[in-house]
């Protein structure tokens, strides 16, 4: 039998698209968001898991030429189980990203230089690290899945040719990953793989409707302990689009694809070098979205949304120790906004849920839980 799921949606890129739509504005969210997932087994037993995350996403834009941008969370997670004599813990500020655009005097050409500064917390005790490996599956909605994981510094150039009401987007970037300390008892750091990604876009925008669509193609080196290379991840391609109407109210809907390739694993009868793995462990993610915004005076704002995502199982075989399951949601939400000033606004949103992780052919696990989130957002013009 399904369970409903309330949770929380925030968009996290909300300051990055409003400076997308309004090359001269800048602005600061504040918000806090409360995640919750209780999943029950067919065969007994339960488990819930919490996520409550206080943030900041701010972008600051002075000119047509430089966007600034800046995102950092604290979170609060926790595990309960019936299992489990004491609850599962895990707080901490997370690792802190920023990122400093420049642009051509035209627009056409950006460089932007990023960077993941190491402020989250590493070295994880058994009971933190048992948490953190929970919230990193992301079959269920957790905004922070990684509280901490080194310094990260990156660069993207990207082109943007215009044709008419056509702007095309076209780039490629490398982001140089940092060494961290996972648990207080490894003896080695872990590095993850060095990333080498592709993307291509394009935007067109006219009277009522804006659409837009793009894709990337991520390559990832060699994962490393200490000096010994241990996994490397599987490509990634992913395949966005989205489109919407406004009039008085503004509809939307959109789509995102995410598809993964094999990896390489260490084979010991090899010498311990890395091959290729004998079936593919990730799996591949569908997404699809709706929603309706309504202005119902100058101040107040009501919004809902719809969504449904879906993963597939990876490749190895049922009951086997690498097999991972499919799974989906469906979801429903409705919230609002309401504008203190032109400047000021507040806004809150609620999305129930309702999904299952398929375990095997006759056995299905089923997630409920409780999501709410309050966001404070000032805008300068």
Known sequence: MKKIIITLTVLAMTAQMAIADSPKSSQATVFYLLNS????????????????????????????????ELDGTMANAKFESDVLVDDLKLSSMNDTRIAATFFSKAGLTSLTAMANLPTGKTKLDEEEYTVAYSVADNSRKFLVRRFGQGLDIGAQGMVHPKAGNLTFHLGAGYMLKGKFQARKDDAEKYKFGDEISAMAGLGYQKDKIAFMADGSFTMYMKDKVGDVEVFQAG???????????????????????????????????????????????GRNEFLWHGGIGYPVNEKVRLNGRLEYQNFSSNDYEMDTPLYRPKSNYFGFGGGGSYAFTPNLFASTMITIYSGSVDQSDVYETDLSGLGLIFALTYRVM
């Not at 997932?37 to 067919?42: A, G, I, L, S």
């Not at 037993?45 to 002075?62: D, P």
Request: charged share 25%; proline share 0%.
């Open 235 to 281: 490509s990634a391609m992913v395949f966005r689009t989205n489109i919407s109407y406004t009039d008085r109210m503004t509809l939307m809907t959109g789509i995102a694809l995410l598809m993964r390739g094999k990896g390489k694993v260490q084979d010991a009868s090899a010498g311990s070098v890395l091959v290729d793995e004998a079936e593919r462990s």
């Open 37 to 68: 997932w209780k999943t029950k087994y067919d065969a007994g037993g339960e488990h819930k898991l919490k996520e409550g995350v206080f943030g900041l996403s701010a972008a600051l834009q002075t000119s047509d030429r430089f966007l600034f």
